[in-house]
């Protein structure tokens, strides 16, 4: 059985050599592979990690071009391709390989999401919206993507997106039998925005009562987990004029 299972191991042992920067061992590993499997897409991706390890990036891009000229599909060097423009500081060229893999993988949540917050981290909120807008159509119970495009949408401001943020809050709260106390805070400064935003209109019952039971279960939380903060929150919620 052991012989069956060598090339494997010859695998797992180069890859976990370059984790441990043993590139020696992980070079030797690889040459066997190569030997054994010549112009194998399994270990012409061994040998662009090689070159990743190495720092050598413009080595590693060309090997992984090689691959994708046979298999313009290959997920795995997709990936790589978008870790190496991440690991090389260039958030750009990261979004824009992530783009054009999710033109291929368009239903990768993981990618949406390493794309919205990508997306967060150069300020580009719109675009983050939209990645977090196409997450949550396609898992619509997932509380962390309401409450991230909550986030995202409170950011950017503006009476509509704060609005909107509110009912994506609010839904977070829902999604979480009411224990996202992220959420919760979330509807009240939501709410303390929209009402500056809005002075001197008339102010809808339903978001006057959510606002209200929002800031009432905030202090019921923090009395029962940081009974030492309970004063701090209240007097922040009164000054919301929310308590």
């Not at 399994?42 to 891009?61: M, N, P, Y």
């Not at 996202?180 to 009562?209: D, H, M, P, W, Y």
């Amino acid at each position: 059985r052991l012989a069956s299972e060598q090339w494997t191991l010859y695998e797992q042992v180069a890859v976990a050599a370059m984790d441990c920067q043993r590139l020696d061992v992980a070079k030797d590993c690889i040459g066997v592979l190569s030997r054994q499997f010549p112009g194998s897409a399994r270990v012409g991706r061994l040998e662009a990690l090689l070159f990743e390890a190495k720092g050598d990036w413009a080595e590693a891009e060309r090997a992984y071009a090689l691959i994708l000229e046979t298999n313009p599909f290959d997920q795995i060097v997709h990936k790589r391709k978008i870790a190496i423009a991440k690991a090389q500081g260039d958030m750009s060229l990261a979004v824009d390989y992530l783009n054009k893999y999710l033109e291929l993988f368009m239903a990768d949540h993981d990618a949406w999401r390493e794309l919205a917050e990508i997306y967060v981290s150069l300020q580009m909120y719109k675009q983050a919206a939209f990645c977090y807008e196409e997450l949550i159509l396609a898992q619509p119970t997932i509380p962390l993507y309401h409450l991230a495009y909550a986030e995202v949408l409170y950011t950017l401001g503006g009476l509509e997106n704060l609005q909107t943020a509110k009912k994506y809050y609010a839904s977070t709260i829902q999604l979480t039998g009411g224990k996202n106390t992220r959420a919760l805070f979330g509807v009240c400064l939501c709410s303390a925005a929209i009402s500056q935003l809005t002075k001197g209109r008339n102010k809808e019952e339903e978001s006057s009562e959510l606002q209200s039971l929002a800031a009432e279960a905030l202090m019921k939380d923090y009395k029962r987990r940081a009974p030492s903060m309970e004063a701090l929150v209240a007097g922040m919620l009164k000054n919301m004029k929310l308590s």
